[in-house]
């Protein structure tokens, strides 16, 4: 997954998503031990997301377009979907 994130010229600032860069979303298997990943991953879908993913794309984009804060941003959509959103929790390390 870094290797494709990589590949797509994502800037990762300090392991995190720049600021002006689309949200990075991961699922899957990943979604079931999140957290080697969650320094370069804004948020991880939980559970199938065939029947959410389109309408979560459609509110990510909305919030994006109303200028919504990034951080704020995902806070609203984990309120809406099933995501784990790593930098919502304190970390323990």
Known sequence: M???LDLSDLALAH???ARRCPL???GGPVA???EPLAPFVDAFFIGEAEELLPALCLAAAE???ARVPRPERLARLA???PLYVPSLYR???
């Open 15 to 17: 392991g995190r998503p």
């Open 24 to 26: 990075v979303l991961g």
């Open 91 to 93: 970390s323990m390390r």
């Open 2 to 4: 870094l290797n494709i």
């Open 63 to 65: 919030l994006r377009r």
């Open 79 to 81: 309120i809406r979907f």
């Open 32 to 34: 079931t031990h999140p």
